[in-house]
């Protein structure tokens, strides 16, 4: 589990551009960055980016979604929303 102290924290979910953001920042510094956030019902959610642009979505320590390097940071936006 990683530490999830926040790199980041945001007052709403993360646009694309940031998405696209952390993950040149984790594989820049090879480490992951974890981002606060709440989402539409004002729960905290943690995004997690790992150095090879996973994409983790947790939510009190446990894994609520994840996307792979591949999917695009507009999708993971999309995702984030709802």
């Not at 040149?24 to 019902?41: H, I, L, S």
């Not at 947790?58 to 999708?75: C, G, H, I, M, T």
């Amino acid at each position: 589990m990683p530490d999830l102290k926040p790199q980041h924290d945001l007052d709403a979910p993360p646009q694309a551009d940031a998405i696209a953001s952390y993950r040149d920042e984790a594989q820049e510094a090879g480490a992951d960055v974890v981002v606060r956030y709440p989402n539409a019902d004002g729960e905290t959610r943690h995004l997690v980016v790992s150095p090879r642009g996973t994409c983790v979505v947790l939510k009190e320590n446990v894994s609520r979604d994840a996307f792979a390097p591949q999917k695009d940071a507009a999708s993971v936006a999309d995702a984030l929303r709802v």
